[in-house]
């Protein structure tokens, strides 16, 4: 079995510890024995590395982790993953097919696997009925290929798993919102009257990626699926352009008298944060200061209801009222926020349809905006951390209008 | 109706004309008129991209597109995606929900446009029985939504369309190799013993970004659904490192005698393409010379055998031959390349198990791969492009020895 790669590098503090990938498997174990499944399939990539610390990189080839209820493990892979596969994951097993197409096709390979774990025929799970339609993949289904078992899929559970954040995770995204802030930081230095969105975005990003590894040190192993180091940018919301909630990087030159709106982050062994600001290039005019100010004041409706045993629908409740009581409809896009951990976005969200009850250890964006035709958008997002009595920030970047006057 | 940006922009010289987009609809309505289906729904963000122009970062909330037999389209869209839908996509209507999961399901507005547009009872097809899971959407299935309707499904439709591409789609991967190769001859210039893997990677992708973008001006718009510019990396693959096919990024610094398995390329307008190189830091040992010389010459064995006509599976086997031939085996990992044009892979494969016949139009990388333990990996990758009578070289980058010499 690899060993894991903060255990035996000196001095380094980031990662997840082998005893926590056993406790998240103990977890799923329990559930399988309460259905009287014996094993389970996951075919998800960050579902994989989530439960084995393996990231690499998703292709048409499919890789797939198995987990007995005995405890047992084993992994799927093409034949050019199987050193990868045994240096950086924490599996007892590796097996591999050739190729995809090739000849056989891989789930064969699984269907053999899976029935010298004595798990063919016996009621197995799964986070899907077979691989996803990726980069050219297609195949049969893993019930298909395993027609004796009886298979039961269960998509969300991983999902449901990560709603609560563990000590560790939560210090990875804390970590992640440090090298996210000196990245902003970096893009509102630059950012001024005639300055390239593109330009300002990868000089930020580059020197913050390149200050964070310096300064994390050569034992330091990005990790994650993703994106390596730090970035910000704008996506295009420059501008009357920053009126888009999500628009999509223009090419854009700022001119004075332009609203930005900000997006920041860095990955930390595969945990991300966000960091959100509405900048102005020079001195906002009375009626983006009217804007910055309400939207400000939504902002601090979200966070004053957020604590524990609040239904994440009455944060957004909350805000719309907020909204309606100021004539602010019109200019409403998009509910309050979403859980944040390892992608972009995650389940459960602040939204008047979510079910979710807020609990300590989850961790939040919250971001209301306000989307003003012709003046632009107006959107903070922060981080935050739900706490045993309320919330605690874990991006620390200003807020208030002052500080947010680039040029 | 959204006008495109080619068409307001004066020496904007790149992108999809109206009118393409018109012929790809044409084709898929002879496809449905053969099967009796009055309409098609598609899910996928980079087939809606392909068929309207629209690029959009994809959420849990779900987008989808709905063409008629008749001509007429449609996008459903969440509310903040409105104003962003207007302006870039080309579509004939634009319908929205207000939120997900909100307390009505998206799904459920589809059904109220399908209805609309006269689908809901009729032969229907779509690319997916639903949205896929993604950033924590759950939803239900089209089939169910649309319980009177008859639901085909056609998942590898539009990927199908993409085997063979457009002039104008030509145009744009040949300008996406231009700025690969910058990004790539960057790459080399600051890789030396002592460098950051990250460091090279960060100064060369955004030193090409910005070049590429001075140079195309600010009508230039990049498009698509991805990372916006040029960029150059190495994945990791430094050293004995590169000897994984797929490594991930880890923070290496580069050392003399090392070898670096590199990968470069650009996004323009969403088309991409695909250059990779094995370099030295330093003089290469014999050993390396070796493995290097027989890698060019296995690309070659490629090159010689791709021309229209000749079945995918058989560049393969060519390939496969010449390992055999010079007791490579042990040192295989996988086939020879992918065709690529808007993903990092896509199908069709030159692979034994793939059943396509070369055509002129398609673009392939073609990549053979020797992997050593110990030593490293050496692979190039090309961009090739299948003419009348044989390939075109569309990546440019010197392949021989001498020139992939860094430091």
Known sequence: MAKLLQEYQIGHTFGIATAEYHERRARIIAQLEKNGQKGIVFFRALSIFWLSGFGFIPTERPVAFVLKTDGSTALLVPRLEVEHGQSHAYVDRIESYPEYPTTTHPMLYLQKLLGEMGLANSGLAADGDGYGAYWGYRGPKLSEVCAEATVSLYPRLIEEMRFTKSRAE??????????????HMLLQKYSRDGA?????????????????LLTLGPTFKPGGMGRVGASAGFRGQIGKNSYFPHAVTLNATMRKGDVLVTGAGANVCGYVSELERTMFVGEPSAEQTKYFELM?????????????????????????????????????????GHAIGMEGHEAPFFDIGDETILEPGMVWTVEPGIYVEGLGGFRHSDTVLITENGMEFLTYYPRHLEAMICG
């Not at 939560?170 to 992640?176: A, D, F, R, T, V």
């Not at 969105?197 to 580059?206: F, G, K, L």
């Not at 979200?302 to 909204?323: N, S, W, Y």
Request: hydrophobic content about 40%.
């Open 170 to 183: 939560i210090e990875l995204i804390k970590e992640s919102c440090k090298w996210g802030n000196l990245a």
């Open 196 to 212: 390239s969105e593109i330009d300002v975005s990868t000089r930020a990003s580059s020197e913050a990626t390149n200050a964070m």
């Open 296 to 336: 400000c004041q939504a902002q601090e409706v979200a966070f004053d209801t957020i604590k524990p045993g609040v239904p994440t629908a009455t944060v957004d409740r909350e805000v719309r009222r907020f909204f309606e009581e100021n004539q602010l409809m019109p200019y409403w896009r998009h509910h309050v």
